[in-house]
């Protein structure tokens, strides 16, 4: 079944590592077979990166993209026990990404990582708070 994705102006889609830049108006494309990719809005740049929630979803996308994922599965594997060592709540969020791997849908993983990043930001807040209220 294709997909019909709407792009908005200058906005980047990657398919299958490449870059696509729209032009000043929206854009609609259809996508009619299997393929990678990656909008604009569910990338996270690995310079914006800064916390190691943000640092597994880089690896995601890198494994979302990738040709042969297996190196990249090891780096993933390292970087969620690290990340379950700091922040056990994590587990329910971990669950999802390695489920939906091994399922090979890793577009799913990508998104469960974004909520995992949601969830990594509320608890600095909430650690924030509590060191500025002491």
């Given at each position: 079944?294709?997909?019909?994705i709407?792009?908005k102006?200058?906005?980047?889609?990657?398919?299958n590592?490449?870059s696509?830049?729209?032009?000043?108006?929206?854009s609609?494309f259809?996508?009619?077979?299997?393929?990678?990719?990656?909008r604009?809005?569910?990338?996270?740049?690995?310079?914006?990166?800064?916390?190691?929630?943000?640092?597994?979803?880089?690896?995601?996308?890198v494994?979302?993209?990738?040709?042969d994922p297996?190196?990249?599965?090891?780096?993933f594997f390292?970087?969620?026990?690290?990340?379950m060592?700091?922040?056990?709540?994590?587990?329910?969020?971990m669950s999802?990404?390695?489920?939906?791997?091994?399922?090979?849908n890793?577009h799913?993983?990508?998104?469960?990582?974004k909520?995992l990043?949601?969830?990594?930001?509320?608890?600095?807040?909430?650690?924030?708070?509590?060191?500025?209220?002491a």
């Amino acid at each position: 079944m294709p997909l019909r994705i709407t792009l908005k102006p200058f906005e980047r889609l990657i398919i299958n590592g490449a870059s696509i830049r729209n032009g000043s108006r929206n854009s609609n494309f259809l996508i009619e077979n299997q393929c990678k990719f990656l909008r604009e809005g569910e990338i996270i740049h690995e310079s914006e990166a800064d916390t190691p929630c943000k640092k597994l979803c880089v690896t995601l996308q890198v494994l979302h993209l990738s040709e042969d994922p297996a190196e990249v599965e090891n780096l993933f594997f390292l970087q969620a026990v690290d990340i379950m060592k700091m922040m056990p709540s994590a587990a329910s969020f971990m669950s999802v990404i390695q489920n939906a791997l091994a399922e090979k849908n890793t577009h799913a993983a990508i998104k469960a990582g974004k909520q995992l990043v949601y969830h990594e930001r509320d608890l600095l807040a909430a650690r924030s708070d509590e060191t500025a209220a002491a």
